[in-house]
């Protein structure tokens, strides 16, 4: 299969282009689609637009992948759960779009990462077969959407020795083995909004981070330069809003029920250094985990909770105590030497945005099937759904756009063939000339952010490279541009605090003043 990640326009995101894309649209405010909310659903919008051929235009009042695009559990979910909740539908979608992730659209952003669920005596035969019929099943929907197994392994059970090699941090007394499945794993979550933020970018679409829609209906909106408080007014045949948790403040027709999910993050060295997810049943539950997910830098996060988030929206949300203790008191169940909070270097949260339904209570009952609602105002708001089905998402969004504003275009989405920038073949990644660790941020595009000049790095091995390639090409405007969302380390506070100095550099060598 041929997979290169290149677009017919340039798409490196810059300060300089930011500026003449805003001046080009006052010049010219009418549009085909504005998209509002630069998350994944926001992205995968313009994506799908632009590659139509409509003149599309994305904004986002703060960074690319700043609300709950970048606090997900990276995981490219196969749609396990949903089978066991009878969400049909919802897990073959699942299934098909981590296949085309993985496949097509962004191998060099994924990985396959072994799902272990460790078996203690004494019932340990009774739930080795029932996790046995759940992973068996998921891998009846591989099947089923053409994923190969060179892609994801077949899942199945493994003996005492095997399961301490992958996960040597758990417990070995009364052990008998495990079940291992197999799922799709992001290198990271915010830089996959990012790839596909300048892909359409690549594609014409205009992507405006700092720009805030402060007056929106169905055919306009005024929009504001949140780093200059110039103001310019737009016309749209259609407005989308992709603002996730957000939406129903800018469309008070969306009503929504915020569900938060908490993610523990520790070293990697504390759990002996496993690249495996360990998968912990939750007490008392027979569909509820609690794993944790090798991440980049050294780190493991451990999540994940699903708890009502009533009240206002925070921009930033943050983990609670009960959530904390929540997560630890599972993971410790079965490991070894049990984590304290002395442990953890950090935490984060996000929240879904799970729509509401009548007689549900708890936020794990409500469906994470997507919805495209158009409001009295007209517009149209893409709600639900999570980031593994992004694509189909935003495609279901703009077919809906077409439909009824009668956009100038016929072309059906493209975006099922359509790679990222940086794709390339899984099987020919080792052959990119550049060290392993930029090949897997950046695939294709390696090499060029190797060729960058040097200068003084950041924490955990995030090369000066690495920081101005962010400000060059991937839209940074800030020091947190930087460290919270193009390399994560802001995560951490002692990375970020080690780390500030090496990003002004980067901003520097760029000739950029960060925001």
């Known amino acids: 299969m041929r997979i290169v990640g290149r ?17 080009r649209l006052g010049d010219d ?30 904004v986002e009042k703060h960074d690319l992948a700043f609300g709950t695009s970048r606090w997900s559990s990276k995981l490219v979910h196969g749609g396990l759960r949903y089978l066991a909740s009878g969400q049909l539908g919802i897990a073959h979608e699942s299934a098909a779009e981590r296949h085309l992730l993985m496949t097509r659209i962004a191998p060099h952003l994924t990985r396959a990462v072994p799902l272990v669920v460790p078996l203690f005596e004494p019932d340990h035969l009774a739930r080795g077969a029932y996790i046995g019929v759940g992973y068996g099943l998921g891998d009846g929907l591989r099947r089923v959407v053409g994923t190969p197994d060179a ?64 007056a929106v209906d169905g055919e306009s909106a005024l929009l504001r330069d949140a780093l200059t408080g110039e103001e310019l007014s737009v016309s749209a045949r259609a407005v989308v809003s992709a603002a996730g948790v957000w939406a129903g403040a800018l469309d008070p027709d969306v009503r929504l029920r915020p569900s938060r999910g908490t993610h523990l993050v520790v070293d990697t060295e504390r759990l002996g250094g496993a690249d495996a997810s360990l998968t912990v049943p939750v007490p008392g539950s027979r569909s509820r985990y609690v794993f944790t997910v090798p991440a980049s830098h050294g780190r493991t996060y451990i999540g994940l909770t699903d708890v009502p988030a009533d009240g206002p929206i925070p921009d930033v949300p943050h983990a609670t105590d009960a959530e904390i ?14 984590l304290t909070r002395a442990d953890l270097v950090g935490t984060f949260a996000g929240l879904r945005p799970l729509l509401s339904h009548a007689g549900t209570d708890e936020t794990s009952d409500l469906s994470r099937r997507h919805a495209i609602i158009e409001s009295d105002a007209g517009i149209l708001s893409v709600v639900g ?12 969004g703009i077919d809906e756009a077409v439909r009824r504003r009668r956009l100038p275009t016929a072309q059906p989405s493209r975006t099922r063939s359509l790679p990222l920038v940086g794709a390339w073949p899984r099987e020919r990644l080792a052959e990119i000339p550049a060290p392993p660790r930029l090949v897997r941020r950046y695939g294709a595009e ?3 952010a190797a060729s960058l000049p040097g200068g003084p790095g950041a924490a955990r091995g995030v090369t000066a490279q690495e920081l101005e390639w962010g400000v060059r090409v991937e839209g940074a405007l800030t020091i947190d541009d930087l460290l919270d ?20 550099a980067a901003f520097a060598r760029a000739g950029v003043d960060p925001a």
Do not use: C
């Open 151 to 214: 892609v994801l392994h077949a899942p199945g059970p493994i003996g005492r020795a095997e399961t301490l090699r992958l996960v040597p941090g758990i417990r070995a007394e009364h052990l008998r083995g495990a079940m291992r499945g197999w799922d799709g794993q992001l290198i990271d979550d915010a830089r996959l909004v990012v790839a596909v933020a300048r892909t359409a970018a690549g594609h014409g679409a205009l992507v405006l981070t700092r720009v805030e829609a402060v």
């Open 446 to 448: 390696a090499p060029f």
């Open 485 to 504: 969302r193009r390399t994560r380390l802001g995560l951490v506070a002692a990375d970020r605090e080690q780390s500030t100095d090496a990003a002004a």
């Open 325 to 338: 203790d929540m997560l630890l008191g599972v993971v410790n169940t079965v490991l070894a030497e049990p």
């Open 385 to 396: 759904g999570k980031l593994t089905t992004y694509r189909r998402m935003a495609q279901d």
């Open 7 to 23: 677009t017919p326009r340039p798409s490196a995101l810059t300060a300089v282009r930011r500026s003449r894309e805003l001046a």
């Open 29 to 58: 405010p009418r549009v085909d689609v504005l998209v509002i909310g630069g998350g994944i659903t926001g992205a995968g919008l313009a994506l799908d637009a632009a590659s139509r051929g409509l003149r599309t235009v994305l």
